[in-house]
């Protein structure tokens, strides 16, 4: 390489373009383009119109880049020298677009899809949104009651929403370290002000805005000097050169080792993994519904997408030296995600515990690091793609729920409030009932499934103790499952009980989608189990 | 392969019997066969309620007619057979594949040869005959409708069992019967000793269940196939120790169902069905499967000795058991299923003598299931006439007033004891002569076994309707109507007449092509035994007329008995035996279970619980709200993650 | 020479991490995370300069940008709960809990 220094002034080299693949990243271009759109859009439409206006776009851009990907992934060439990947390595080594990527670009978008319809719910709050009409006022205060006087709307979660997603989306499908630096920042910053903006409990909602900033911060500065001493081992920031720099283990050890312990760090914080997970349960609960569903559903797919990427294809050579790391993490994963659920009160709170025990479960797989071999057995990459779309689905629909089950206060979080829901509402509770069983891993459910194929994947890369751990914190798990349905279904209700506000079409659809996914994907799990199959393994 | 009937000397084996054609004609109706009472059981059972007042009125014509159809068809087919040659005779009917699963397939099979068609008569044709008893016998039951629709369920369970062309569908059936036995003998399910007896049945048989179950089981792993000719053909490729081990499974089965010991407790305490139940199921037909199940299974014991001895022991012990019982007990239907365990026995034993006594013990199945019936129908008949008294000691003197269930009781009775002429005659004595040939020992026993036979059956006779008048005092004996009477005459006549299915070795050829046949080489000539046996009856029927018909008889069972009676009584402490070596043992089992359940299990359960409650509380106050103590956790756990990177790189 | 500057860049980012511990100012926890940044930045190019190229100063800029950016929303975000609470302290906000 040419120093840059020693290039004579005399003789300027020509400036080559770099060679941007427009078309297999076009569903992240318009993406993000709708999300740029939707900041002109607040500067310029009139108010009465900009939330219908901001709604149609964020929804018709989403749809559109479904399209594309499915474009996109129908037109992956299988890679060169490699029995399994399918795609290519595009923008200047920038972003990778293979067959794991395609499969999270829809996987997230589908889940801002119904995400999307969560937030554009107006009904349940007589006739605005679930968000805080205006961030800047203090709560309770003249400008407030103003705002919701004058029924001023922050549309802008619109926008910052489709900020999230780009970052969602090329968090995964980033290829160097700066990409993906970036990309979880992109992904990172529009969700802390969207845990902010609840329009009811809004001193929780601000309190959990500032702790998941906070610890964000905190976190992907760790992330980003893991990146700096990886940088420091290999002396570039592909994901390629790195894992050359690995196998040839060049000097530096230690160097790549707490290059390695660092970014592990930033990225089991975004997927909450223990002892990563203290933000998990305060930002739930804080965060509105409708974002905490979005984050729930989308952030996992995101992290656990980059996570696979940087571990499989930068840090595969070096697997026996982060692999043990991964054992601990996921086995206190799923052990303190599991036990600490059991005695919760708030069922946002609950649902956050379930997923970061389901975070466990997910890295089960992980640490399985089966790469499978020619004939059909289930590997770890497509197992982690299967459960995260069970786990997402059921995941919006719990949190679907949650939004319309009402006092009137707002949302009735209080588990023993929940009692007597069955007689209420039996068609809700149901639904209810079904993702419990379906997180529960209740067979004929999605969720039985994905444990399956995590599991397998894991039993076949040889972590066998691992598996059995996780088959007991699965049991504990079920344990408080099982008892929020029995609260449902079999408790009296003390004083007034529960009641279900009846929402718009949106929130329905969200529902329904939930409830067909769920059952179908375990009942006839065969077609997304082998899409899951077929996206196969990463380019390198 | 054509049976030469000439060839009687020579050894005659069967295995192309076992390829049968598929069926046409008239033979698409064996399905029919079975389908037509079942539907009309379901009819029965299910058309309850005030809207089905029609049911409940000529339910039992309707029940009646299906088996009557059913014996229609029978007799059609039989006679199909009969026009065809020797090798032909083994239809199979195949309705759809039931069970397929990789490269295990079950299908729907029906298997009509020689064997099936006695079968089906004599089911069919003895059912017809109780169902039209039973239309006066349960007359003035409010709950005729559901008994014609329990025995119409029998009929079609008892004609799959003898028609399944597949272990597996003669299981449905053999569970069939199960059932039909188990309703009908807690049909007065609001008495408690009905409640009690049928229960006992069902679990009983569940025993022997386990074990046709296992031979499945066994057959399915060791051939991959159940079906009969699938097992046929596969059997000599297993060792000896296989097909030993299916033998004396397929016998625990038929232990059960033929309650032969040591399964036979429950066969007694079953008289406490209707009567008509008793004759069908508990006499003629139903416990006569076990029988079949071993002479159908011929091509497994054909391949193991040691089976087929333990066949011959257990026909032994139960015949001398059942004679025993039968000889002590004081309850007309007692005494009558004490007979039927002794002669069940005596076809156990031809079964296990192989292809020598494989025609005779269906021969003598066959008679059996005519005297006896007969002989129960009859018991029902007095008690009907004695106010549902069922002690014979207060009977007497019934010949004269009721005349006609006298008479046919007592053709019953000859056929039985073996009076010379009658069928019971015939069949008896082959099975003596064959016993002789296998064993002195075992023909010895069994011609003890026929002298014994005489003395409870002249004791009985005597006891019921000839001797002093001792019924109690608002008895007011009389015959029955002729709707009951018709039956018993039908089958006196079959009584007296069955033993001629031997004539010029009909039987035998007949069912060569199934079982094969091998004639016996005796030391003496044949009327010897028939003499001998002849006497030995003599004696017995002299010692009972001495014991009974020469002195009064007292109306109460005395007390002062000897060990022999007392143990008769007693049931041979079957029950106590039982009671002792299983129940017990089991109770301490199951107490001692408990225990551990509740201390061992649910306290481990309970401890665990509670310490993941307490563990998660304690995590959930570790969630303590402030942001700096979450960075604490994370930077705790940076260091965690950076120190086991590096420790795995240092080890 | 190169070791040296690691380990500053080291101790600035242990700073940075213990101030995020044991400082109750949100704007000086905020200002903690903003030093490991730099202290990221300070390897980045510590390393560009070692490797003798220059994807690691790109990376400082781009670092540079990003902790821009989380400016921009941290301070609004602490603002915004300063008005409600009048209070920037971080163990003030601690009704989530449990």
Redesign the interface.
């Known amino acids: 390489m040419i120093h840059p220094l020693l290039v004579s002034a005399s003789a300027p080299p020509p400036i080559d373009s770099p060679t941007i693949q427009y078309g297999d990243l076009s569903p992240l271009l318009v993406v993000a383009a709708v999300a740029l759109l939707g900041v002109m859009v607040e500067a310029f439409a009139p108010r009465a119109l900009r939330f219908t206006i901001q709604t149609a776009l964020a929804i018709g851009g989403i749809v559109v880049a479904l399209a594309a990907t499915v474009w996109v992934g129908l037109g992956l060439d299988r890679a060169s020298g490699d029995v399994l990947a399918r795609g290519r390595v595009v923008a200047e080594g920038a972003v990778a677009v293979d067959g794991p990527s395609v499969f999270m670009w829809g996987l997230v978008l589908l889940f801002a899809l119904v995400s999307m319809l969560l937030f554009a719910e107006r009904r349940l709050e007589g006739g605005l949104s679930a968000f805080t009409g205006q961030a800047a006022a203090p709560p309770g205060s003249a400008m407030e009651r103003e705002a919701v006087e004058h029924r001023i709307e922050h549309t802008e979660v619109f926008p910052l929403a489709m900020f999230a997603l780009v970052g969602m989306m090329l968090f995964p499908a980033a290829n160097d370290l700066l990409t993906m630096f970036v990309a979880l920042e992109v992904l990172s910053l529009p969700l802390y002000l969207l845990c902010g903006l609840a329009r009811r409990r809004r001193l929780l909602s601000q309190e959990s805005a500032m702790k998941y900033f906070l610890l964000g911060a905190f976190s992907s500065a760790f992330f980003a000097y893991g990146i700096a001493l990886v940088y420091g081992f290999a002396g570039g920031f592909g994901l390629g050169d790195i894992d050359q720099a690995v196998s040839n283990r060049i000097d530096g050890q230690n160097l790549l080792l707490a290059g390695i312990a660092l970014m592990a760090v930033g990225v089991m914080f975004k997927v909450g993994a223990v002892p990563f997970h203290a933000w998990t349960p305060d930002v739930y609960q804080g965060a509105p519904t409708a974002v905490t569903a979005f984050m729930a559903a989308g952030t996992k797919v995101a992290a656990f997408g980059a996570m696979l990427r940087l571990f499989f294809v930068a840090f595969g050579g070096a697997s026996w030296d982060w692999r043990p790391m991964f054992w601990v993490v996921a086995i206190l994963t799923m052990v303190v995600g599991a036990v600490a659920a059991v005695t919760q009160s708030d069922v946002k709170r609950m649902l956050a515990y379930s997923s970061i025990a389901h975070a466990g479960f997910i890295l089960v797989g992980v640490t399985g690091a089966f790469v499978g071999t020619r004939d059909a057995s289930v590997t770890s990459v497509s197992s982690v793609l299967f459960y995260l779309t069970v786990y997402g689905f059921s995941t919006i629909g719990a949190f679907a729920i949650v939004t319309i089950v009402r006092d009137a206060s707002g949302e009735t979080t209080q588990l023993s409030r929940w009692a007597g829901l069955g007689r209420e509402s039996p068609l809700v509770a149901g639904a209810f009932a079904l993702f419990m069983l379906a997180f529960a891993g209740i067979p004929l459910t999605s969720g039985f499934i994905g444990k399956w194929a995590v599991f397998s994947a894991a039993w076949s890369g040889g972590a066998w103790p691992l598996v059995v751990v996780a088959v007991l914190a699965s049991v504990v798990a079920a344990s408080f499952y099982v008892r929020v349905i029995v609260t449902m279904f079999f408790t009296e209700p003390t004083g007034e009980g529960p009641s279900v506000a009846v929402p718009s079409m949106a929130t329905t659809a969200v529902i329904v989608v939930a409830v067909v996914v769920t059952v179908l994907l375990g009942v006839v799990p065969g077609p997304v189990l082998d899409l899951a199959q077929s996206a196969g393994a990463f380019v390198r | 392969m054509t049976a030469p009937t000439d060839l009687l000397l020579a050894t005659e084996q069967a295995p192309d019997a076992l390829a049968p054609v598929a069926a046409s004609g008239v033979f698409v109706l064996i399905a029919v066969m079975i389908l037509v009472p079942l539907v009309s059981s379901a009819l029965l059972v299910l058309g309850d309620g005030p809207r089905f007042d029609l049911a409940d009125k000529r339910g039992h014509l309707l029940g009646t007619a299906a088996s009557l159809a059913s014996f229609v068809i029978g007799v059609v087919l039989f006679v199909t057979l009969l026009g065809r040659d020797a090798g032909d005779r083994s239809i199979e009917q195949n309705l759809f594949a039931w069970i397929h699963v990789g490269g295990f397939q079950v299908d729907m099979t029906f298997l009509y040869d020689p064997l099936s068609a006695l079968f089906v008569l004599l089911i069919t044709g003895v059912g017809t005959l109780i169902h039209v008893y039973s239309i006066g016998y349960m007359e003035h039951d409010p709950r005729r409708r559901r008994f014609f629709g329990f025995l119409n369920l029998f009929i079609a369970a008892m004609l799959t069992l003898v028609l399944a062309g597949d272990y597996l569908v003669l299981f449905l059936g053999w569970e069939g019967v199960g059932l039909a036995s188990y309703l009908l003998i807690g049909f007065w399910q609001h008495k408690q000793s009905a409640a009690v007896a049928a229960k006992k049945a069902f679990v009983v048989n569940r025993v022997g269940d386990v074990g046709l179950a296992l031979a499945i089981m066994l057959m399915f792993a060791q051939l991959g196939t159940t079906s009969f000719v699938g097992v046929a053909e596969g059997i000599e490729q297993v060792s000896s120790g296989t097909a030993t081990a299916l033998g004396l499974l397929l016998l625990l089965g038929a232990c059960g169902k033929s309650a032969q010991v040591p399964l036979q407790s429950w066969l007694l305490d079953a008289m406490e069905g209707p009567t008509p139940v008793s004759a069908l199921i508990h006499a003629a037909t139903m416990v006569t499967a076990g029988v079949y199940l071993v002479v159908r299974s011929n091509f497994i014991y054909e391949g193991t000795e040691a089976a087929r001895t333990a066949v011959v022991v257990v026909g032994l012990v139960t015949l001398i058991a059942g004679a025993w019982i039968g000889c002590a007990k004081d309850d007309i239907k007692k005494a009558l299923a004490g007979s039927t365990m002794s002669q069940i026995g005596y076809m156990m034993l031809a079964a296990g003598l192989g292809p020598a006594g494989y025609a005779y013990a269906i021969f003598h199945l066959i008679t059996h299931g005519f005297f006896k019936a007969n002989m129960f129908l009859g018991a029902g008949s007095v008690m009907h006439g004695m106010d549902d008294e069922v002690d014979m000691r207060r009977y007497g003197g019934l010949a004269r007033l009721m005349p006609l269930t006298f008479g046919t009781f007592a053709m019953g009775y000859l056929a039985i004891i073996g009076f010379p002429g009658f069928s019971g005659f015939f069949s008896k004595d082959r099975i003596i002569e064959a016993a002789f040939a296998e064993n002195v020992f075992v023909g010895i026993a069994a011609a003890l076994g026929a002298g014994v036979t005489a003395f409870y059956m002249t004791r009985l006779m005597i006891m019921t309707f000839l001797s002093s008048r001792r019924w109690k005092e608002n008895a007011h004996p009389h015959e029955s109507p002729a709707v009951m009477t018709a039956p018993l005459v039908v089958l006196a006549v079959a009584s007296v007449l069955g033993g001629f299915l031997v004539l010029g070795g009909w039987i035998s050829d007949w069912l060569t092509p199934v079982t094969g046949y091998e004639t016996h080489e005796l030391a003496v000539p044949a009327w010897v035994f028939s003499v001998g046996i002849t006497v030995l009856v003599a004696i017995g029927v002299a010692v009972a007329w001495a014991t009974y018909g020469r002195r009064d008889v007292p109306s109460t069972a005395p007390e002062k008995v000897s060990f022999v009676t007392r143990a008769g009584r007693r049931d041979l402490y079957g029950d106590a035996v039982n009671e002792a070596v299983l129940m017990r043992p089991g109770d301490q089992a199951t107490r001692g279970l408990a225990v551990f359940d509740r201390i061992g299990v649910d306290g481990a359960v309970r401890a665990v619980?509670g310490g993941?409650?307490a563990?998660?509380?304690l995590?959930?106050?570790a969630?303590?709200?402030?942001?700096?103590?979450?960075?604490?956790?994370?930077?705790?756990?940076?260091l965690?993650?950076?120190v086991?990177?590096?420790a795995?790189?240092l080890a | 020479m190169t070791d040296h500057y690691i380990t500053l860049s080291l101790l600035l980012f242990t700073i940075g991490a213990v101030g995020v511990l044991v400082r109750r100012n949100a704007i000086v926890v905020f200002m903690c995370v903003e030093l490991m940044l730099n202290a990221t930045n300070l390897a980045f190019v510590t390393f560009a300069r070692a490797h003798g190229n220059l994807d690691g100063q790109i990376a400082a800029f781009l670092v540079m940008v990003v902790a821009a950016a989380e400016v921009v929303v941290g301070l609004a975000i602490i603002v915004s709960i300063f008005r409600t609470r009048r209070s920037a302290s971080v163990d003030d906000a601690s009704l989530l809990k449990y």
Do not use: D, E, M, P
């Not at chain 2, 303590?624 to 930077?635: A, D, N």
């Open positions: 619980t993941i409650g563990t998660s509380s995590l959930r106050r969630q303590t709200g402030f942001v700096r103590s979450y960075s604490l956790t994370i930077f705790g756990g940076a965690i993650v950076l086991a990177v590096l795995v790189n």
